[in-house]
């Protein structure tokens, strides 16, 4: 479907304020950091869930409250003081490919992050290298990870926009942390621009965002979201991200195709 500028500018911001809704989230990851009112215990909570999106998303949420019901419902507080010992509660963990030594190691690292920084939002922020865009601190946050304990064979779990991955996940997550929270969905934690912000980029986005010519990259790579960031920020500069909810729910809900 091909509209004008005009047209594509108010049909999409008004798909957005239809399907940024609460009751639109039910069975979606983010209810799992909705869980907490602390910014720690709701950066980290948010990362297992983020961490763990891919597949059916009731499978997602089940397996995001198994962690946190490992980690006595206090992420914050495990995160930060949890033992060799502590660690074993993950024994038998399993997601897909997703396992219990990968999570060992992502406490594991996330507890020296939290020893050095603030926080993930203030890890983000000191690694943005003056771009338009977040892709500097993801590559910065997967090295971290690896060199304080994540396992290589964790690696595949966290894009790298260097290696043209599309960042889908790890870019969910920085909008829930950073988007303003007057819509009860983000939170809007992290001392971050969201206009910085990109779209996360997956089977139905793309879809949608092709088909309205947002985007006309085949692949789904890290060009790719560079791309769909130049046409949403035409319309919504400020808050591209925003502009999430809409393809989200069109190709989602509406089976936009």
Same mark, same amino acid.
């Given at each position: ?7 594509? #500018? ?5 798909? /957005? ?20 009112? !602390? ?17 059916? #998303? ?16 206090? *992420?914050?507080?495990?995160?930060? $003081? ?13 997601? #897909?490919?997703? !396992?219990?030594?990968?999570?060992? &190691?992502? @406490? ?17 922020? !000191?690694?943005?290298?003056? !771009? ?16 304080? %304990?994540?396992? $290589? ?7 790298? *926009? ?7 996940? @790890? ?12 819509? &009860?969905?983000?939170? &809007?934690?992290?001392?971050? $621009?969201? /206009? ?9 986005? %793309? ?5 309205? %010519? ?23 500069? $400020?808050?591209?991200? #925003? ?7 069109? %190709? ?6």
């Amino acid at each position: 479907m091909k509209l004008k500028k005009s047209e594509l #500018r108010d049909f999409l911001l008004e798909k /957005a304020d239809f399907y940024a809704r609460k009751s639109f989230i039910e069975e979606d990851p983010i209810l799992i950091p909705h869980r907490f009112s !602390q910014n720690d215990d709701i950066e980290i909570s948010g990362l297992l869930a983020a961490t763990l999106a891919w597949g059916q #998303r009731k499978t997602i949420i089940a397996k995001s409250e198994d962690l946190i019901e490992r980690m006595d419902d206090a *992420p914050a507080d495990f995160v930060k $003081n949890a033992s060799r010992n502590d660690l074993e509660t993950f024994n038998g963990f399993v997601h #897909r490919t997703f !396992q219990a030594e990968d999570i060992k &190691g992502l @406490i594991r690292a996330l507890k020296v992050l939290y020893s050095e920084y603030d926080s993930i939002g203030d890890f983000f922020g !000191q690694h943005l290298d003056g !771009q338009e865009h977040l892709g500097a601190a993801y590559t910065a946050f997967k090295r971290y990870l690896l060199d304080n %304990g994540l396992p $290589n064979r964790a690696a595949k779990h966290f894009g790298d *926009p260097t290696k043209g991955s599309a960042c889908k996940r @790890i870019t969910m997550y920085s909008r829930w942390m950073t988007r303003s929270a007057k819509e &009860g969905i983000d939170f &809007g934690i992290w001392d971050i $621009n969201p /206009a910085l912000l990109s779209l996360p980029l997956d089977v139905h986005s %793309g879809r949608v965002a092709r088909s309205l %010519g947002l985007l006309k990259r085949k692949q789904s790579d890290w060009k790719a979201v560079l791309e769909l960031d130049g046409a949403v920020r035409k319309i919504e500069p $400020n808050d591209p991200a #925003r502009l999430d909810y809409a393809l989200f729910g069109l %190709g989602v809900y509406e089976g936009w195709k």
